[in-house]
């Protein structure tokens, strides 16, 4: 049950993309198609963006597109805006009733 | 609407007890998949447990055979209780619902804070 890894920073100007990276193993990421990912705004709950891999929840921008390779998912974000300054977490189900976050991800616009 | 609000948090002694609550509206516990989530100061998110809609539940293993999970289907309520409590439970600890493994509604949080 170990955290999947992200980078712990990420930046961008306003209307540049970036993307950030969850890895994990063939146990979790690797084994289902099961990545989510959520946004965190300071003082706020997370806010689901993303869910299994690639699909959006009605109201999350087409900005914020999710895909997957072997045991790394990535999120990107595409014509970045103040707004999307944020952290985001990916999460895995990880099999045998568990799941999994990753470590966090700072998105800085620049 | 789904709605989720979580109390209970609040400053408890190293080995000491807490029960948190999560009042859910707009829908009923026992129809959703539950978890516990929590977040250290300054850090990130750890998923603690699962609750099926039978009410068999899960856990992490750093709280297993310290957290218990339960329901009261009357109140619509989840309750996390916390034995053993250690310096390093102190958190905010969220309620979550589970939709197909993605965690879809979230509560606004409270805050644990175990010292002495």
């Known amino acids: 049950q170990s955290a999947l890894t992200q980078p712990p920073s990420a930046s961008g100007s306003p209307g540049q993309s970036v993307t950030i990276s969850c890895t994990g193993t063939?146990?979790?990421?690797?084994?289902?198609?099961?990545v989510s990912w959520y946004q965190q705004h300071p003082g706020k709950a997370p806010k689901l963006m993303i869910y299994?891999?690639?699909q959006r929840p009605s109201g999350v921008p087409d900005r914020f597109s999710g895909s997957k390779s072997g045991n790394t998912a990535s999120l990107t974000v595409s014509g970045l805006q103040a707004d999307d300054e944020a952290d985001y977490y990916c999460?895995?189900?990880?099999?045998?009733?568990?799941?999994?976050f990753g470590t966090g991800t700072k998105v800085t616009v620049l | 609407e789904v709605q989720l609000v979580e109390s209970g948090g609040g400053l408890v002694q190293p080995g000491g007890s807490l029960r948190l609550s999560c009042a859910a509206s707009g829908f009923t516990v026992s129809t959703y998949y539950m978890s516990w989530v929590r977040q250290a100061p300054g850090k990130g998110l750890q998923w603690l447990s699962l609750t099926y809609t039978g009410g068999n539940t899960y856990y992490v293993d750093s709280v297993k055979g310290r957290f218990t999970v339960s329901r009261d289907l009357s109140k619509n309520t989840l309750y996390l209780q916390m034995h053993s409590l250690r310096v390093e439970d102190t958190a905010v600890y969220y309620c979550v619902t589970i939709r197909g493994w993605h965690f879809d509604n979230w509560g606004q949080g409270t805050l644990v804070t175990v010292s002495s």
């Open positions: 999460s895995s189900y990880a099999g045998s009733n568990n799941c999994v």
């Open positions: 299994e891999v690639s």
């Open positions: 063939s146990s979790d990421i690797g084994g289902y198609n099961y």
